[in-house]
């Protein structure tokens, strides 16, 4: 079995109290069965806290209750969990406990990554001099799971693993790299997936000529339509558009030029957060196919990225994290982009293929 994860990861640790934001914030956490079981057993009154604070929700599962704000209701003054803070970090339940690590489980092979939902997550990616793997094989040849194709999932390996040394490597702009990494996958899907092309979805062009930041245009518009974490993401979003769109050619060049030299290691940021979302999300076309969707949706989610940084220099992290917060974790969301990001030409030039 191997195993491998992004070598900051074991420099990872949670900001607690002073996190600038916190994974306990919107997000309805239903713990498993057996931290449900560990809590009858807590000590008093925590066991009666706990219980106050725990609701069903409208699928029938057990949730822990958010306030006004969407802040989990164990959460105390001093940004800490009660239940951790007061009986310990073993009782947390399993979904709290991993957070921000992600594991995707093949099989004969295990992958973590840590979720850029995180500011820390955020930060260590941002900082990182580049995108790098550790990895670890117990020298078992175990077998992948039922339903994991074999010669897919090492299809996927072989060419995940060119997609991340060409994002890594020199040579090129950010943007013709990503524009290699849709070639890349349009190539595979259609010749190992035999991938069909989504052409009934009715694409608007793009509104003005210059296809780099009407595409970005377009995106941001894309992303603001999508179901809100928080109702000023979507606003954001549109307002960026508006601007983007507004700014003179000589305006958005200038704009651009003087990102560049307040944020020198942009390149590089960017170049850090194409390599996450490939090592995320990459090897879940072996459940459905979508590879061009998936990388697709790096694309479009560095040039969102990009475009929102050039308004904000300097607070890359913190965009990393509500858009990962926004997008990446919404199934639904992150499932609907890549349908509509599936056709061949929503991406127009130089990001298409
Ligand atoms: S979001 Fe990350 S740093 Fe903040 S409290 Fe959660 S795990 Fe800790």
Redesign the pocket.
């Known amino acids: 079995m191997v195993e491998r994860r992004p070598d900051y990861y074991p420099q990872f ?4 109290g ?7 914030r919107d997000w309805s956490v239903a713990p498993d069965e057996a931290a449900l079981a560990d809590y009858a057993a807590a000590p008093s009154p925590l066991r009666e806290r706990i219980a106050q604070n725990l609701v069903t929700d409208e699928d029938g599962d057990v949730c822990f209750r958010l306030d006004e704000r969407g802040m989990c209701t164990l959460l105390t003054p001093d ?1 800490l969990c009660a239940l951790q803070r007061d009986w310990g970090a073993a009782h947390l339940c399993a979904h709290c406990a991993a ?2 690590r992600f594991t995707e489980e093949f099989g004969c092979l295990t992958e973590t990554a840590l979720a850029v ?5 955020a930060r260590l990616l941002l900082e990182a001099p580049r995108f790098a793997l550790i990895e670890k094989n117990d020298g078992i040849d175990d077998p992948p799971f039922d339903g994991v194709d074999p010669g897919l999932l090492a299809g996927l390996e072989r060419s995940r693993a060119q997609v991340l040394a060409l994002l890594d490597g020199g040579g090129g702009s950010i943007w013709e790299k990503l524009n290699a990494l849709l070639g890349q996958a349009k190539t595979l899907e259609t010749s190992i997936f035999a991938g069909e092309c989504r052409r009934d979805y009715p694409f608007p062009p793009p509104p003005i000529p210059d296809l780099f930041r009407a595409s970005a245009v377009w995106l941001l518009e894309l992303f603001a339509e999508l179901e809100p974490l928080r109702p000023d993401w979507p606003e954001l979003l549109k307002e960026r558009a508006k601007r983007l769109a507004a700014l003179s050619p000589a305006d958005y060049a200038a704009l651009r030029a003087s990102y560049g030299q307040s944020s020198p290691h942009w390149e590089r940021q960017l170049a850090n957060l194409a390599c996450y979302f490939v090592f995320r999300h990459w090897h879940k076309a072996v459940n459905d196919d979508a590879l061009y969707g998936r990388a697709a949706f790096v694309c479009a989610a560095c040039l969102v990225l990009y475009h929102l940084a050039l308004f904000q220099p300097g607070e890359e992290a913190a965009l990393w ?1 509500r858009f990962s917060r926004e997008v990446e974790h919404d199934e639904n969301n992150l499932g609907e982009l890549i349908w509509v990001l599936s056709e061949p030409d929503a991406l127009p030039p130089p990001l298409t293929f």
């Open positions: 640790r949670c900001l607690v002073s996190c600038p934001d916190t994974c306990c940004g957070y921000p939902s995180c500011p820390e997550a994290t």
